[in-house]
């Protein structure tokens, strides 16, 4: 009999549970990347497999580590709900060939994912997904199974805790001791996911203080409508850092490869900023020099930073999958995107919402500045500029008709600005004559369409936003 098809998107592939996430879908993706590691020859060393907190994640996780066995591949099962990175990480240590991760990151509660990895600890190129999504058979009366305790007793299944190795990793990439010592009071909101008590452990036995919410398992995501951070998901955080007089406030998403931030007012540090202030704390800072590589959709002030310091920024398509492969060709410093992930050099080409929000703390204990502070030094370098993003859903029956409006579109002027020039490398990138930007994008994860804006004019990003949907058709 045969099943649906399944489409990987930007890391893998995502569906809602019960519907189309089932647990024989999962295991044709399963499936197919054993097929794939076999075919290829990466089926001697191994392959990592994690999940989150969402719903049945670990029971996911089990089904799938059973047809990976089946094939004669040694699975490495975390043993319990692990942040991204952190079963990232754990290639490089278990130096696998890769890894899936049962996770579906920042989507709503009754969505799931099957993510996958390569052996260099970092999202697959788009061809190597293609290959893998070519190998799903067509039904689950295909898929090979072997029964857990017997590949447990086989030694093909072996439960680990990834834990201590991450911990040691991050003792090379920040001193975290002045931070502890530094007697700050810091807020953190892990979304009710997998990121939740990592900061408390990490800066335990010190003077600073770390106030935390939303850090028990719970795959319903109360208090948010899903655990991304960006607003309206963080205000419980901006409210933490008010009620307890934060220093900083960090908030990680779903599966903690995502970061956002509040400074000691309360206001929230929007994913673009966060980028910026990354880069400025490696620059001036730590005193890094390297390649920066950001997505199409994200701040522009990372190529302003790029001029003041004298290094190169290269610019990709929007997902992980175009930022790692491009962040090793070039060993960049830092990559990152819109959506809030931002990778680091002599780490992992993957997004670490952890070592990013001990970058920021460390920030503000190097430079003695509160986070308010930060975002003013970083405007007096670049200027200031602001961003908005809007998400809407749209009918799939008119998708095609929205992209020939869009190739038809060559708009001279958009809210007032010039259009200095489009970028199709992923979606509809519009220059303007500010120095900012519009994008407009289908999501590669979701069955929306995105449309983002960054200006220079603090009150024409509407302008410019109600302007991109109407080259759409959606307004």
Known sequence: ???????????????????????????????????????????????????????????????????????????????????????????????????????????????????????????????????????????????????????????????????????????????????????????????????????????????????????????????????????????????????????????????????????EKGVFIHQLQMYALLALYLLQVRGYRGPIVKTLNTTSMLELLGKKFGVPVHETGVGFKYVAPKMLETDAMIGGEESGGYAFRNHIPERDGIVAGLFLMDFVVQTGKKPSQLLDHLFELVGPHYYERIDTDFPEARRAEILQRLRDAKPSEIAGFKVTGINTMDGYKYLLSDGGWLVIRFSGTEPIMRFYVETTQDNKRQDVLAAGLKLAGLK
């Open 1 to 263: 009999m045969s099943s649906q098809p399944i489409k990987f998107g930007t890391d893998g592939w995502r569906g809602v549970i019960a519907d189309d996430y089932t647990f024989e879908n999962l295991r044709r993706c399963s499936e197919g990347m054993a097929r794939y590691l076999v075919e290829t020859g990466q089926n001697k060393r191994g392959l990592v497999i994690g999940y989150d907190t969402r719903f049945e994640s670990d029971l996911f996780a089990r089904a799938s580590a059973e047809v990976v066995a089946a094939h004669g591949i040694k699975v490495y099962l975390v043993d319990k709900p692990t942040p991204t990175p952190v079963i990232t990480y754990a290639i490089l240590d278990k130096k696998t060939e890769g890894a899936i991760n049962i996770t579906a990151s920042h989507n709503p509660p009754t969505w799931q994912g099957f993510k996958v990895r390569a052996d260099y600890a970092g999202a697959i190129a788009p061809e190597g997904l293609k290959r893998i999504e070519a190998r799903i058979p067509d039904s689950g009366d295909e898929v090979k199974r072997l029964a857990f305790d017997d590949a447990v007793n086989q030694g093909l299944i072996e439960l680990f805790d990834p834990d201590p190795a991450f911990l040691k990793k991050i003792a090379t990439l920040v001193n975290v001791e002045p931070i502890k010592q530094a007697g700050l009071t810091v807020a953190v909101d892990s979304m009710w996911g997998a990121g939740a008590g990592w900061f408390e452990n990490i800066l335990a036995g010190g003077k600073t203080r770390v106030v935390e919410i939303h850090n028990v398992r719970n795959p319903a995501f109360p208090e948010m409508d899903h655990p991304e951070p960006i607003p309206p998901n963080v205000n419980g955080l901006m409210e933490l850092v008010k009620r307890e007089h934060a220093d900083v406030g960090i908030a990680t998403d779903g599966d903690a490869d995502r970061v956002g931030g509040s400074t």
